[in-house]
Structure formats: C-alpha cells, structure tokens
T-cell receptor
Framework: NAGVTQTPKFRILKIGQSMTLQCTQD?????MYWYRQDPGMGLKLIYYSVGAGITDKGEVPNGYNVSRSTTEDFPLRLELAAPSQTSVYFC??????????????FGDGTRLSIL | QKEVEQDPGPLSVPEGAIVSLNCTYSNSAFQYFMWYRQYSRKGPELLMY????GNKEDGRFTAQVDKSSKYISLFIRDSQPSDSATYLCAMSVLYNNNDMRFGAGTRLTVKP
C-alpha cells in the first residue's frame, strides 16, 4: 500500500523556469491538499481539492496552479519559479474533508530549490 | 503575531524523561486540535486529535487543551529514542481540514 507518493524528491530550478510537482494517492481519497513548509513558519496550505474537477485556493496560492482530473492525481504547477518558492512541498489526502477522525495522510515531500 | 506559536526548541532529554510540548494560539474560534510527528525527511503523521477542551490519552501520549488560556500541550511519558522527531501542533475552526493552521514545530531529541 503506497499511500501518498510525491515525485520528484529533490529538484533545483533556475529563476523563471517552470515545473510540475506530482502527487498521487492510491487510497481513493476525495480530498487532497498541497502545503509548503518553510523553516520556522509551519505548514501553509497552497491549494486543495474536494474531488475530481474541483479545486480551491488555500492560504498562499500565488505563483501556483493545480488541476484535478482524476481522484488519484493532484499535480502542482509552478509557472515562473522565484527564489521565494524555495521550500519543501507536501501533498496530503483524506477520505473526506469532514469527520472527527480524518487524519491527513502526507507524502514524504519534494525539496525544491530555486537559484 | 503568528496565529499559532510553538517553541522551536531544540529540546533534548534523556531516555525515560517526561516531555512537555506546547503551543499557544490567538484565534478563539479554533475547535479542533491536532499533534503531528514528523521524522527527518518524512511527511507529518497524525499522533493525537482532540475536540474542544479537555484531555485525551493514547498510550504514552497525552494531549491537553485549555481553550480559556488558548494553550495546548502534548505530554510524552517514558520517552524513547524513537520519539526523536519534530512535533507539530495544528488547529482548525471548521469541521474540515481546509483552514488548518500549523505551528512551526518543536524538534525533540531523546538520548539513550
């Protein structure tokens, strides 16, 4: 049981380049999330999706785009990479967004450096 | 002022010690409180989940919520080297996860 899988694990980009961070889950979860984790700042929600075809902005969406064409996949797109987007990115999923015992299952992250 | 404040540590204790990890928050509307454990180079994993005020115990772990003081705690009894990790507090207003706010994390090392 793979859970939430993120690729790549590490990446170095030049300013202005674009890339897609991949996230896939095999638990048939409806809700998926993208977070960034910066030192001393905690996890911040970038975008989330409540199901295929439905996405919405989180706390820090600027500079990012997402799509959700299938239940399994939730890619995060950076169009014009900036140094401020250097971070560790985590994807997470839950069976649904509601419920007292609905822990978020996290992937192991993508470490992205923009130089 | 950050919405959720957490002492980043690092915190180093001997094996067998009782560990106390804490977070304070400013939004009185938070109702759902969580503690996550994050090992190095891994994603966070949920340890404890509490709703509103009170205590919750799970094995060696106890979570406390004091809404009147806007203060939450995680206690680890009989700490083990395998408990060495970063501990994140998280909280939300709504019944879903879309507005969750995380603390910056406290790095804990338990020495044998």
């Amino acid at each position: 049981n793979a859970g939430v899988t993120q690729t790549p694990k590490f990446r170095i980009l030049k300013i202005g380049q674009s890339m897609t961070l991949q996230c896939t889950q095999d638990m048939n979860h409806n809700y998926m999330y993208w977070y960034r984790q910066d030192p001393g700042m905690g996890l911040k929600l970038i975008y989330y999706s409540v199901g295929a075809g439905i996405t919405d902005k989180g706390e820090v969406p600027n500079g990012y785009n997402v799509s959700r064409s299938t239940t399994e996949d939730f890619p995060l797109r950076l169009e014009l990479a900036a140094p401020s987007q250097t971070s560790v990115y985590f994807c997470a999923s839950t069976p649904s967004g509601q419920g007292k015992s609905q822990p978020q299952h996290f992937g192991d992250g993508t470490r992205l450096s923009i130089l | 002022q950050k919405e959720v404040e957490q002492d980043p540590g690092p915190l180093s204790v001997p094996e067998g010690a009782i560990v106390s990890l804490n977070c304070t928050y400013s939004n009185s509307a938070f109702q759902y409180f969580m503690w996550y454990r994050q090992y190095s180079r891994k994603g966070p994993e949920l340890l404890m989940y509490t709703y509103s005020s009170g205590n919750k115990e799970d094995g060696r772990f106890t979570a406390q919520v004091d809404k009147s003081s806007k203060y939450i705690s995680l206690f680890i009894r009989d700490s083990q080297p395998s408990d060495s990790a970063t501990y994140l507090c998280a909280m939300s207003v709504l019944y879903n996860n879309n507005d969750m706010r995380f603390g910056a994390g406290t790095r804990l090392t338990v020495k044998p």
